[in-house]
């Protein structure tokens, strides 16, 4: 592999990686909203049932983007893991 290509995929990891913190840095999230001071809940994930809801249908776009996001790794890994090995 030559070192160009070495040096833009670092390159593009590095844009995506901090493109992906700024996302998180910049967006509210809601936890003060789904905190309960019960120790013992009296209906159990009704709760956090609906808090998930919510927060997956408010930001569906931030959900979209994790998903792209954790697809594209996984489609990564398997080319790397299934490539062949050059002998010199």
């Known amino acids: 592999m030559s070192r160009t290509y070495t040096v833009a995929g670092f390159a593009l990891g590095a844009l995506l990686f901090f493109s992906f913190l700024m996302i998180v840095v910049n967006e509210p999230f809601p936890v003060h909203s789904f905190r309960h001071s019960e120790l013992v809940p009296i209906r159990p994930l009704h709760e956090i049932g609906m808090g ?23 489609a990564m890994c398997c080319l790397a893991m299934l490539r062949e090995e050059r002998n010199k």
């Open 52 to 74: 998930v809801s919510v927060f997956l249908w408010e930001y569906r776009g931030f959900d979209l983007l994790i998903q792209a996001l954790l697809m594209f790794t996984t």
